[in-house]
């Protein structure tokens, strides 16, 4: 039956609910753009012969296969615009740079995208407050607690917090030290925050 | 709001020359007015860009006059969670525009392009070049992914007619600041009819988006 692989790519995309990214259907989207041409094509054909014999019979044919060309069009834009939704997603919750698993379930045109908008992302944000930029990807959580308590992930020497002490950032060591202090080094994996 | 404000008159912050000058107070105030609205609004507002910058200075101006605060002071850690609360409002309200900027972006851009000429702008001028640029961006890659390779009649899919429009007739809860009379509320079934309600200030209502939209743009209601 026509548009069943269309189908198939939806649903391909419903069963990973929770936002992932299953491996780019090169194979299901040929497919679909092959049953396009298939389509095109006998149409074309049945339009010449039914202007040029008067063959009103062919009409209905025409009709469906056109109603298929549209549902085929319509199911492979909305399969590849989720993706492009789940590929967003992708840079709030884990920022500019990809973890590999997942480039690797991206087609080339995808990585494009998310290369443009990543730069049109930071451009929009650098611009905010007239110049002085803000990140906006930072401060998801409304801030709770003034300290937080924080275990070490790589040798970072030794960190001054503002009453003057002077702590030492041994990997492993863990710390209850002040959130906004920590905050850049927890973004920069040197720090971990530990939630008991 | 803090004394570390008021260590430095001049921290006082000043709109342009048109408007009075705002207390930081205010200017919070009016933040967290314009993050709820936005927040429960089912489209995309005005945007309030002058709050946005004057926020950006009050924040710079806090940072600054904390770094002079003694170290080891008590008061010190207040403030920074005062600064941090600031920010994370102020970037609340800046990613929920552009959510729905990217969930909305073809009509988005229309309701900007037909707007008339001395109506406030939607979008400011950097969240218009990201929309544009998102636009652009998102049919590139479905013209070059898949578009191009399908019959000639179907290379182009008309946008606004394929991301779905804001739904104006979620409901949403309000407060009233300002009392409204004889505001006319559309049947939403055939066998109902049309009715006219007078709204109390103070009072709170639930209510269809695109009966009260334009009392949340004269700031007559509060989305809560």
Not at chain 2, 25 to 53: C, Q, T
Request: hydrophobic share 35%; charged share 30%.
């Amino acid at each position: 039956m026509f548009c069943e692989k269309a189908i198939e790519l939806i649903r391909e995309l419903q069963r990973m609910s929770d936002g992932q990214l299953p491996a780019f259907n090169e194979d299901g989207l040929r497919q679909v753009l092959q049953e396009m041409e298939a389509l095109y094509e006998q149409n074309q054909t049945d339009v010449n012969e039914a202007k040029a014999d008067g063959r009103a019979d062919l009409i209905p044919s025409i009709k469906l296969r056109h109603c298929c060309l549209l549902r085929n069009q319509r199911c492979v834009t909305a399969y590849l615009y989720d993706r492009l939704l789940r590929i967003r997603a992708l840079r709030w919750e884990y920022g500019s740079v990809l973890p590999p698993n997942v480039r690797f379930h991206m087609c080339a045109e995808e990585v494009q995208w998310f290369s443009q908008y990543k730069k049109s992302l930071a451009s929009f944000m650098r611009s905010l407050g007239g110049g002085e930029g803000l990140d906006i990807t930072q401060d998801m959580k409304p801030p709770k607690s003034l300290y937080i308590e924080v275990r070490c992930l790589k040798d970072h020497g030794e960190f001054e917090i503002d009453d003057g002490t002077v702590i030492l950032l041994k990997k492993n060591s863990q710390h209850f030290l002040p959130r906004w202090k920590c905050e850049q080094l927890i973004r920069q994996g040197v720090l971990e925050h530990v939630m008991s | 709001m803090s004394d570390v404000l008021s260590d430095d008159g001049s921290d006082i912050n000043h709109d342009d020359s048109q408007e009075d000058v705002m207390t930081p107070a205010e200017l919070i105030s009016k933040l967290e007015e314009a993050w709820l609205n936005e927040k429960f609004s089912p489209e995309l507002l005005e945007n309030k860009s002058e709050v946005v910058e004057c926020v950006m200075e009050q924040l710079t101006h806090m940072e600054a006059n904390l770094q002079r605060v003694k170290k080891g002071d008590t008061k010190a850690s207040i403030h920074r969670m005062e600064i941090d609360r600031i920010r994370f409002v102020l970037s609340s309200y800046l990613r929920c525009r552009l959510q729905k900027i990217e969930k909305f972006f073809p009509h988005v851009l229309e309701r900007e392009k037909s707007r008339g000429e001395g109506d406030p702008s939607l979008l400011s001028p950097e969240e218009f070049a990201f929309a544009k640029e998102y636009y652009a961006n998102t049919e590139t890659y479905l013209k070059a992914v898949a578009l191009k390779r399908m019959p000639p009649n179907l290379q182009t899919v008309d946008m606004l007619k394929a991301v779905p429009e804001p739904c104006l007739d979620s409901f949403v809860f309000l407060r009233v600041k300002e009392r409204q009379e004889n505001i006319l509320v559309e049947p939403e079934t055939d066998d109902q009819r049309e009715y006219v309600v007078d709204m109390d200030e103070g009072s709170q209502h639930l209510m269809r988006f695109r009966t009260i939209a334009p009392l949340v743009s004269s700031g007559a209601v509060q989305l809560i």
